[in-house]
């Protein structure tokens, strides 16, 4: 059989193997039809082997395929150099604690859209409005208004993150169309969704339900106003149980957080305290709560990388929602917006109702740059009882009247 490489009568090559993705045009050239175009990469002539073609289509591949203009790397910041840069720095962040793991996990994924959107080499100083509008429009497929408004912020962030250390020569050109959606449209998407909080039977009903550890988890929320995040980096030293007290700075912002606990909460964590399986791992071993296998109960896995492209799978690991999304499901409780979040939205709606907000603000970490925010030193102990006590009172008390 006689050899592809040899060259046919018409004199012109033919493919170097079965599988070589170029073929030679009758024009002389190696070339390649991508989407419904031909594209050229060089004379047969000059490389009979097609080993220079081969290797432009490879660097231009991704590009190609995806309907992008190929951008040929350059001195300078790449879209892959800025992707990698930033994980790096938000790794080291997630390692100290400053970062949550879901947080994390977010900015890993946009990060990977990104390098989808404009390519490896593409440099970022050569973004425009143009690339940039055409990426929103892409993300707005499919995803609702509050999915996108928060990854249009994630991607402003990574950006801006080249920016403020000076990786790119000047400020990035975003244009007038990459923002998130006004407020008007958000309104209206929370508001299509319903009511994100939980009444007071239906977490009678998830408490009756739950097992140890969540029942305690569930109650500290509702007492506290913890999230789920809050919950599983909890350590056993922010905890007063004979004085009845939690200590906790709130982890994203470092606010203090002090609030009194329900007698009913202490007992349960104290039950949770005495089933405790033995930790496997320091970090581990500082928290209230850990996994029946002794690892945190939320925790981002990064897996081995790929041996085809070499990327490694990220993703995160939050025990706290599945198991309390199960009793939901059992519950016929799982509607939309509702999740173990949601306690934190419980409790800030029926504390204030205790007509304290500046207690109620006290207990949530959440911040005031008020006048009076900056001139307040401390708040009273009774006021921050009074908030819980109302809650608790809203939580157990109502059951007798109905």
């Not at 050899?3 to 030679?24: A, E, N, Q, V, W």
Request: net charge positive; glycine share 6%.
């Amino acid at each position: 059989m006689v050899k592809s490489i040899i060259k046919k009568r018409t004199g012109k090559p033919g493919k170097p193997r079965p599988d070589f993705p170029l073929f030679p045009h009758a024009t002389g050239r190696w070339a390649k039809k991508v989407r419904g175009k031909l594209i050229y990469f060089g004379k047969t002539a000059d490389d009979p082997q097609g080993k220079a073609a081969l290797d432009k289509w490879l660097e231009r591949k991704e590009d190609l395929l995806a309907g992008r203009t190929p951008r040929v790397a350059g001195n300078g910041l790449t879209i892959k150099d800025l992707a990698n840069r930033f994980l790096t720095n938000r790794q080291h962040k997630l390692e100290s604690g400053e970062l949550s793991t879901v947080s994390f996990q977010n900015y890993h994924a946009t990060c990977a859209r990104i390098v989808k959107a404009f390519g490896v080499n593409r440099l970022v100083a050569d973004l425009d409005a143009g690339d940039f509008e055409k990426f929103r429009a892409s993300m707005a497929k499919g995803w609702s208004p509050v999915t996108l408004a928060n990854e249009v912020q994630r991607v402003r962030v990574v950006f801006r993150y080249a920016e403020q250390n000076q990786l790119v020569p000047a400020p990035i050109r975003y244009g007038s169309e990459f923002k998130r959606p006004s407020k008007k449209i958000l309104r209206k998407a929370r508001q299509a969704k319903g009511l994100r909080m939980f009444e007071a039977a239906e977490l009678r009903a998830i408490l009756n339900k739950a097992g140890m550890p969540l029942k305690a988890m569930i109650l500290l929320a509702i007492n506290t106003g913890f999230g789920n995040s809050d919950i599983a980096n909890l350590p056993i030293k922010a905890l007063d149980l004979k004085r009845g007290w939690l200590d906790f700075p709130r982890p994203k912002t470092a606010i203090p957080r002090r609030c009194p606990l329900w007698p009913k909460t202490v007992a349960e964590i104290r039950k949770a305290i005495k089933a405790r399986p033995m930790p496997k791992d320091e970090a581990a071993a500082k928290l209230l709560f850990i996994t029946k296998y002794g690892r945190k109960w939320a925790q981002a896995i990064i897996g081995e990388p790929d041996p085809k492209t070499g990327k490694k799978k990220m993703w995160s690991d939050d025990p706290v929602c599945k198991e309390f999304a199960k009793i939901l499901r059992e519950l016929k409780l799982n509607r939309p917006g509702l999740g173990f979040y949601a306690i934190r939205h419980t409790f800030e709606t029926v504390a204030g109702d205790s007509r304290d907000q500046v207690a109620v603000d006290a207990i949530m970490g959440h911040a005031d740059d008020s006048m009076a925010g900056l001139y307040r030193e401390r708040i009273s102990d009774d006021r921050l009882k009074a908030v819980v006590d109302h809650v608790r009172k809203w939580l157990f008390e109502t059951e007798k009247k109905e």
